[in-house]
Every structure is written in C-alpha cells, then in structure tokens.
C-alpha cells in the first residue's frame, strides 16, 4: 500500500466513478492535448484498483483477448504490491504497457467491467496496467530476457510486429536460436511507423527491442523477403517458419483526380511523421508531401488509422482538419473515445458524407462530395449508405488523406512461393488447430492471418503459435534423430 494511504480512504473511491479525465472544451493548444492515456501517481494507480468489486465473474479478463488476470493484478495494486501485480501482469503479456496504451479498452476490458455496467464507469484497467509496467521498468523489475538452454534449432521469423516479436521471446526462452527479418530499419512493426508517438511513445517500443536484442535474437533489418531471400532460402536455413508479415495494402477509392499531387496514403503520412519523430532525414516531410502544416487536410475513412492521421495532422498545425466519412457516427468502425479526442482537438467531422472526385490538376484545391443516408441492413446487419440525390457540395483542401483500411499483400507471388495457400481476401490460410500454413514448418500469425486486427491480438497469436511451432520442432527433432 503506497505511504500513507489507508485501504479505507481507497475504497472511498469505489463506484464513485471518480478521478476521470474532465470533460474538454474543443481547442488547438498543443499544452492541452491528451497525448498518453492518465500518468498515474501511486495513489491514483490505488484509488483505480479499489475501485474493482473483485466480483467473482471477471468478465474484464474473458474479453481480453490474453484472459489478463486483471482482478488479481488489481487487488494486488490496490494494497501497494506492485512488483507482485507486475509479476502476474507479466505472466499473460509480452508487453502490457503497450496495450494499456492502446488497446481499445472500451470495446474490450473496460467494456465489459461490471462497475461500468451498474452505470459508475469502468476501472481504468488500462492506465493501470501501464502504470504497473511503467513503475517495472523505472524501478528495475523487468528481468533481462533469459534464453532457455540451446536445442540446437533455429527459427526464421517473417515480421518484426507484435505478432512475431512475442513468438521471437517464448521461443527464444524455450531455448531456441531466433532470428527474426524486417523489410524495415526499426522493429516493431506498425508499433514503430504506424501507431502516433502521441500514443505511444517511441521509446517505449525500442526499449522492449533492445532486451530482446540483448536476449539474443537475431533481428535482420532491411531485409525483404520477396527481394532479398525467398520463403525456400529462410525454410531452407531454419528449422521453422513463422509469417507475421501484417497488412499492408492500401485499399482504394476509385474517382475522378485521385491520383492529383496532395492525395496521399494515410500509412504514408503515418511512417513520415514517426520517422520524423525519431529524429530521420525525411525528405518528403521536409518538402510539404506529408506535412500538414498550414493545410486544409481532408482525412477520408472512419477507422482508427483515420483518427491518427486527423489527430497528427493537428498536431503538426494544419489550417482546418476534416473527417469524411460515409456513414453516421453511431456506425463508424474507429473507437468512439478516439473520435472524441479528436473532436476536442479540433477535427470536424462531416458525417454521412462520401467523396465523389478530386478538384485540381497540378495540386489537389478541393474535395467534391454528396451527402449519403443509411437505407437497409446488409448482410452483415450494417446499414449501407445510400448516395443523396442532388446533395453535392466541395470542401477546399490542400491534403487529401486516404484512410480505408488495408489488405493483405500477396504473399504467394510476393514469396516466390505460388504453393502457399491464401484465404479469398488474400490473409494467409492456416490449420486453425495448429496455425501452421499448408507448407511443413511454415506458421502464420497476427493480421495476416485475422486480417487487420488489435495488436493484443497479435500479441495473443504470437503466443500461441509459440507452443504449436515447439511441438512441432521437438516432433522433427526426434525424427531427424530416428533417421540418425
Ligand atoms: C495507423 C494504425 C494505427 C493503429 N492503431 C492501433 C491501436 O491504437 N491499437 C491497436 O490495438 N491496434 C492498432 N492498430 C492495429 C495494429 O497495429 C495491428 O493489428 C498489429 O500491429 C498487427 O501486428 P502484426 O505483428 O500482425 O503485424 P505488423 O505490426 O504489421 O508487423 C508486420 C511486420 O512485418 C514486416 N514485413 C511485412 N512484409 C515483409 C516482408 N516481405 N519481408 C520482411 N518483413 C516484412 C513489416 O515491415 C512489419 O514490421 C493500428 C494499425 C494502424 C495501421
Ligand atoms: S491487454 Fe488490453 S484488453 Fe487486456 S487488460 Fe490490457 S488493456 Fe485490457
């Protein structure tokens, strides 16, 4: 229990729904945007701890997606035993800080936490954990990665994003030589050029890295399998085969003038800025392509990547901001909090609104758009928009963002390896029961496999296929001894 701080002035603060951020009004102070999810002081960390019911059915645990022992780590934070809550917090995750960063907890933990259901807002689950992680990591508590006693095997593994980052570190803990290729010059996947450092801050990514590093894996940067080695060099080199490449085809938007200068990818913009952010030369950031300052920038979707790139073209001081996006608010696929955050920022949101053509032929000048109404549910149970008759209308721009989401790439051909069977859209086809590929020793895991996901999920698939690809590995090992 922190210093001073009794349990019974803690309690006082269960179901008082209590110490939440307060409400905002908009503005576009930099000094006033909510960059990281609550820092937490000790006794902050505590009141939110006691605030849970230890009800007996956590539910917060079944909807996240690694079963976090949350009730536990919880209680054990709420009494100041936070090197024991970090243990257990440790037990499930490869990195809770991260996911108590950016997991969307609304639609997950905090979603289903029953003080959020009696109508006294959720425990704050995720600023807690990052707390626990965070004071580990201040204090010295996070062991350096071990390596389990060598078993003579080596595994390749295709992605250095969460997915194949935590398969590397059970691997590598069970003994393992892990070796791990990315086509880019940081690991972490879309954790390091995706995700804004607004909301997670980039150190704390390359300090996870490093002990991984220093664990002995073997990361390979700048090496791009397609280019550099095909999936038969790697199979031919490890013993085993994991594919965690994510994501990363852009989808389009077919109008007229979207190929204008100024119409930009949004994961374009997204990695320039991080580049950026960690100090590189950035030479289409420094020439305006992706510099949102003193622009009028139209961010076309409604998921999160099109919350990031409103809230950073924000930040770097854009002109006016807007988010179009073709259904209403109720029924956008970004988290309601993200859009939240952004409205208080500034952005504009013009709802039920399509483009229908880009204006301007040396530069992007303006947006033409109609106005759309939600007619019947489709298949899925979505209502889909319907265009407006005569409702058209154009907002000026000097930046048109496109954020609709990605597909996977294809792999098959991007691989040299056309044997390599993949789903209609494209993510990798796997034997759910033991996530190996219909190559022999070849896994797959995280969004190229789910589609785009959550990084918990890749996270909790890279843990996964941890245990399928050891069962595999000790099978073949005692084969090859058999045959010896
Ligand atoms: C802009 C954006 C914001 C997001 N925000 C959030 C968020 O706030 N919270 C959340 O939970 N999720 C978020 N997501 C989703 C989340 O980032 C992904 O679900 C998660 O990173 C998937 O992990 P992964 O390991 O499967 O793939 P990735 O993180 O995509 O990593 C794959 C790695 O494989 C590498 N690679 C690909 N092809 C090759 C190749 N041929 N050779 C070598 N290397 C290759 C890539 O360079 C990359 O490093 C966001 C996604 C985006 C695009
Ligand atoms: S990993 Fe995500 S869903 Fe699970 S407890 Fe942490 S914040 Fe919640």
Redesign the pocket.
């Known amino acids: 229990m922190p210093k001073g701080t009794k349990k019974s002035d803690m309690l006082k603060f269960v179901n008082t729904g209590q110490n939440y951020p307060e409400k905002r009004e908009p503005t576009l102070r930099t000094e006033d945007f909510r960059e990281i999810a609550d820092r937490y002081a000790p006794e902050k960390a505590a009141e939110q701890s006691a605030r849970c019911s230890q009800c007996g059915v956590p539910y917060?645990?079944t909807?996240?997606?690694?079963?976090?022992h949350?009730p536990d780590w919880l209680r054990l934070t709420a009494e100041g035993r936070v090197r024991e809550a970090f243990e257990m917090?440790n037990l499930t995750?490869t990195m809770?800080e991260i996911?108590?960063r950016i997991?969307?907890?609304d639609r997950?933990?905090?979603g289903n936490c029953v003080i959020e259901f009696s109508g006294h807002g959720a425990v704050t689950?995720?600023a807690v954990?990052k707390y626990i992680t965070d004071t580990a990591w201040e204090k010295g508590w996070v062991e350096p990665l071990a390596p389990g006693k060598p078993l003579g095997q080596s595994v390749g593994i295709i992605g250095a994003g969460p997915a194949g980052v935590t398969a590397g570190e059970y691997l590598r803990v069970a003994g393992y030589d892990v070796h791990i290729y990315d086509r880019h010059d940081r690991a972490g996947g879309l954790l390091t050029y995706g995700i804004p450092g607004f909301k997670l801050e980039k150190s704390i990514i390359t300090r996870r890295m490093k002990r991984l590093e220093d664990g002995g894996i073997h990361f390979h940067q700048n090496f791009e399998v397609g280019k550099d080695a095909t999936l038969d060099d790697l199979r031919a080199k490890h013993d085993a085969i994991l594919i965690a490449t994510g994501v990363y085809k852009a989808r389009e938007i077919m109008m007229p003038g979207v190929g204008a200068p100024g119409v930009e990818e949004a994961l374009d913009f997204l990695t320039a800025s991080n580049r950026k952010s960690f100090g590189d030369d950035v030479p289409d950031f420094d020439n305006g392509r992706y510099n949102a300052k003193d622009k009028n920038v139209i961010v076309i979707g409604g998921g999160d990547t099109a919350m990031d790139c409103v809230r950073t073209s924000i930040r770097q001081g854009a002109k006016s901001v807007k988010c179009l996006y073709r259904r209403d608010r109720a029924n956008m696929p970004g988290s309601q909090s993200e859009v939240k955050n952004a409205e208080e920022e500034g952005v504009e949101f013009v709802w039920l609104s399509a483009p229908k053509a880009v204006e301007g032929t040396e530069h992007v000048t303006a947006v033409k758009a109609t106005k759309m109404r939600l007619g019947a549910a489709d298949a899925s149970g979505r209502r889909s928009p319907e265009v407006q008759p005569d409702s058209e209308f154009t907002l000026e721009a000097d930046l048109v963002i496109k954020a609709l989401g990605f597909d996977a790439e294809e792999l098959p051909t991007l691989f040299d390896s056309p044997d390599l069977n993949v789903t209609r859209w494209g993510t990798l086809r796997v034997d759910h029961k033991s996530m190996m590929t219909n190559l022999d020793g070849v896994f797959a895991a995280g969004d190229i496999v789910r589609g785009a996901s959550l990084v918990?999920w890749g996270?909790r698939d890279g843990r996964d296929v941890t245990e399928h690809m050891h069962k595999f590995l000790r099978a073949k090992k005692q084969v090859e001894k058999a045959a010896a």
């Open positions: 917060c645990s909807h996240c997606p690694l079963h976090n949350i917090s995750s809770p996911c108590g997991c969307p907890q997950l933990c905090e689950i995720g954990e918990v996270i």
